[in-house]
Structure formats: structure tokens, C-alpha cells
């Protein structure tokens, strides 16, 4: 049986910030130069919904459901709280907004540890008339400010993978993927038989947590599998034209040379679903809203998204992404 005694004490500690006072002044006076820095490059602020009708397809991107009765209504209706931005701010681009960035608030299930949080912060921004390399050099531009960093290394995801563990990954089999991992100790517990999975495994356990000590590194060209929501360029071999970013073995961001073709990414979406029914996870509505902004027209243009409080955790100095949260999940 608990004591009132330790229960009050449990409270006490409960109640109080994740974060000093001292972290939450320097994250809004970062926070503030973020704004000041698209502000000098008449980059537009802008807002958009947080719960939708519809979300994410992808099958490694969990969406947290929300549940909404109109006055009057007896049945609930099922929305969702957005993963990410990016569809809404794609439908202002397509309706002539120019360039426009958010620092919003994003929701994803199951995502909780040192560098994650349920609810995060996003900086998500778009450039019409950009390609992936002018805004790797914009986003490297914001990451000496405020990190304070030397600029930036940048490498192909063959390159990466060559360097690190010694093959071209664009052009390895599945069984030459499944021996590089038993090489390095990786052990799964379910038979593996697709190529990405093994990218990803060997991406996760060998190459990000050592990618990006000294100084942010840029990786893209991302396999043609890969391409999520991004271009995919008509190469020997096929890559998309994406880029990530690191620093300290920590991913920030997230960015695309952005996909115009409403059917393309119709197909893709659909590819998903068949791959969610195929391992038993949840059906997903696709947003069609954002296709038929696709369809009406999305100008020539790259995004990318980056984590706030990773930003945070980096320029502060911290080790968890509670330390620069008001309220961590645990005591929200």
C-alpha cells in the first residue's frame, strides 16, 4: 500500500517541467532566430490543421487516431492527428502560396525514447524552384546558425554504404544483404526476405549511429524504393532524389525534391496499403485531398522536415529530448 506520504512526494516530482527554465528560455530565443532566419529569406509562416480525416499510408509511420462527434451526432468519427505537415502545407503550395514554412506540433504512435517524443515539434518548410542540393545548402545555412557547426559533408547513399561496409547497396541481393548483417552481429527474430528491410536494418545498426560527428553530413540519393514522396530520377541505377540529415548519429531531417505526379503517387499509396494487408497492419485512407491538389498542380519544388527538439537537444547540449520539453510524455 502507497503512503500519502509518497504519494505526495510521486506528485510533487510528476507536476514539475521536464525541461529548466533556463533550456525553455534558450529554446524560445533559438526558436525566435529560426523565425528571423526565413523571415530575411521572405520564406511566408504559415498554419495548418493538426487533426485531419485522413493520414499517412506509410507502413513505418503510425498516425494516433482522434475521435470527433459533431453536436447532435451519435456516432464518432474517426480523424487523425498529423504525422507531419506535409500534405497540407503541398495543398497551399498548389493554390500559390510561394515559399512557406511551419513550426507545428506532429503526433506519432509508439514513438517514445532518449529522441522521441509522441508529441513533437516540426519545422517543415517548402522552396518552389529549388532541387534537393539548393536546399540541402539553405538547411546547412540554418544549421551553422543554430548550431554553430562547419558546414556540412555531403554523400550519396552508395557512397555511405561503400565506405562504411563495402558494397554499392543499389545493386546488392538480398542474400549479400542478409551476410553483411550476420557479419555485424545483426540478429532478427522473423525470416527477412525484402531488399529495404535489410538496407534499413544495416542502415539503423551500422551506419547512423556513427554518421556525422564532427560536423552535419547530408546523404542523398536515396534507393528508387525508397522514394516515399520524392522524385525519382530515370538513372542507372534509379534513385530518388532525397536527402537526410545527421548529426551526431542523430537524424534531423527529412527533405524531398517533391513529387508532381497525382497518379504516381496514387500508385504508391496503393503500394502501401497492399503492403500493410499483406503484414496484417491497419487500413489507411488515403488523403485525397492532397491527390486532387497533386492533380490540380504542385509547383516545381523541395521540402523538408526537421525535428525541433532534436534541433534543441543538439544546440543545448542535453542527452534526452524531455530535457527540452516543457512536459516529456511521462508527466503530461
Given at each position: 500500500?502507497?503512503?500519502?506520504?509518497?504519494?505526495?512526494?510521486?506528485?510533487?516530482?510528476?507536476?514539475?517541467?521536464?525541461?529548466?527554465?533556463?533550456?525553455?528560455?534558450?529554446?524560445?530565443?533559438?526558436?525566435?532566430?529560426?523565425?528571423?532566419?526565413?523571415?530575411?529569406?521572405?520564406?511566408?509562416?504559415?498554419?495548418?490543421?493538426?487533426?485531419?480525416?485522413?493520414?499517412?499510408?506509410?507502413?513505418?509511420?503510425?498516425?494516433?487516431?482522434?475521435?470527433?462527434?459533431?453536436?447532435?451526432?451519435?456516432?464518432?468519427?474517426?480523424?487523425?492527428?498529423?504525422?507531419?505537415?506535409?500534405?497540407?502545407?503541398?495543398?497551399?503550395?498548389?493554390?500559390?502560396?510561394?515559399?512557406?514554412?511551419?513550426?507545428?506540433?506532429?503526433?506519432?504512435?509508439?514513438?517514445?525514447?532518449?529522441?522521441?517524443?509522441?508529441?513533437?515539434?516540426?519545422?517543415?518548410?517548402?522552396?518552389?524552384?529549388?532541387?534537393?542540393?539548393?536546399?540541402?545548402?539553405?538547411?546547412?545555412?540554418?544549421?551553422?546558425?543554430?548550431?554553430?557547426?562547419?558546414?556540412?559533408?555531403?554523400?550519396?547513399?552508395?557512397?555511405?554504404?561503400?565506405?562504411?561496409?563495402?558494397?554499392?547497396?543499389?545493386?546488392?541481393?538480398?542474400?549479400?544483404?542478409?551476410?553483411?548483417?550476420?557479419?555485424?552481429?545483426?540478429?532478427?527474430?522473423?525470416?527477412?526476405?525484402?531488399?529495404?528491410?535489410?538496407?534499413?536494418?544495416?542502415?539503423?545498426?551500422?551506419?547512423?549511429?556513427?554518421?556525422?560527428?564532427?560536423r552535419p553530413i547530408f546523404l542523398y540519393d536515396f534507393p528508387a524504393s525508397q522514394a516515399a514522396l520524392a522524385k525519382v530520377r530515370d538513372e542507372e541505377p534509379a534513385v530518388a532524389s532525397r536527402f537526410e540529415v545527421y548529426f551526431k548519429g542523430i537524424e534531423l531531417a527529412n527533405g524531398f525534391h517533391e513529387l508532381q505526379d497525382a497518379k504516381?503517387?496514387?500508385?504508391?499509396?496503393?503500394?502501401?496499403?497492399?503492403?500493410?494487408?499483406?503484414?496484417?497492419?491497419?487500413?489507411?485512407?488515403?488523403?485525397?485531398?492532397?491527390?486532387?491538389?497533386?492533380?490540380?498542380?504542385?509547383?516545381?519544388?523541395?521540402?523538408?522536415?526537421?525535428?525541433?527538439?532534436?534541433?534543441?537537444?543538439?544546440?543545448?547540449?542535453?542527452?534526452?529530448?524531455?530535457?527540452?520539453?516543457?512536459?516529456?510524455?511521462?508527466?503530461?
Amino acid at each position: 500500500m502507497i503512503s500519502i506520504q509518497h504519494e505526495v512526494e510521486r506528485q510533487e516530482v510528476m507536476w514539475k517541467p521536464t525541461a529548466t527554465l533556463e533550456n525553455l528560455r534558450q529554446r524560445a530565443n533559438l526558436i525566435a532566430k529560426i523565425r528571423q532566419f526565413f523571415a530575411e529569406r521572405d520564406v511566408l509562416e504559415v498554419e495548418t490543421p493538426v487533426m485531419s480525416h485522413s493520414t499517412v499510408t506509410d507502413p513505418y509511420v503510425v498516425g494516433i487516431p482522434a475521435l470527433f462527434s459533431a453536436m447532435g451526432e451519435t456516432q464518432e468519427r474517426v480523424l487523425y492527428l498529423q504525422t507531419s505537415p506535409e500534405y497540407a502545407m503541398k495543398r497551399l503550395l498548389a493554390a500559390g502560396s510561394g515559399s512557406i514554412y511551419q513550426i507545428n506540433k506532429a503526433f506519432r504512435q509508439g514513438e517514445i525514447g532518449i529522441y522521441h517524443n509522441p508529441e513533437f515539434s516540426i519545422l517543415e518548410w517548402y522552396r518552389p524552384g529549388f532541387d534537393h542540393h539548393a536546399l540541402m545548402s539553405e538547411m546547412d545555412d540554418l544549421l551553422q546558425l543554430i548550431l554553430k557547426t562547419p558546414p556540412a559533408e555531403r554523400l550519396s547513399y552508395a557512397e555511405l554504404f561503400e565506405r562504411q561496409l563495402g558494397f554499392n547497396p543499389h545493386y546488392a541481393t538480398p542474400d549479400v544483404l542478409a551476410a553483411c548483417a550476420k557479419q555485424q552481429k545483426i540478429v532478427i527474430s522473423s525470416p527477412v526476405v525484402e531488399r529495404d528491410v535489410w538496407l534499413d536494418l544495416l542502415w539503423t545498426h551500422c551506419i547512423e549511429p556513427v554518421v556525422g560527428q564532427e560536423r552535419p553530413i547530408f546523404l542523398y540519393d536515396f534507393p528508387a524504393s525508397q522514394a516515399a514522396l520524392a522524385k525519382v530520377r530515370d538513372e542507372e541505377p534509379a534513385v530518388a532524389s532525397r536527402f537526410e540529415v545527421y548529426f551526431k548519429g542523430i537524424e534531423l531531417a527529412n527533405g524531398f525534391h517533391e513529387l508532381q505526379d497525382a497518379k504516381e503517387q496514387a500508385s504508391r499509396f496503393n503500394k502501401d496499403l497492399a503492403y500493410r494487408a499483406r503484414h496484417g497492419l491497419a487500413e489507411r485512407p488515403i488523403d485525397q485531398r492532397f491527390l486532387a491538389a497533386l492533380e490540380y498542380g504542385l509547383p516545381d519544388c523541395s521540402g523538408v522536415a526537421l525535428g525541433i527538439d532534436r534541433l534543441m537537444l543538439l544546440a543545448l547540449n542535453c542527452e534526452r529530448v524531455s530535457e527540452v520539453l516543457s512536459f516529456a510524455f511521462e508527466v503530461a
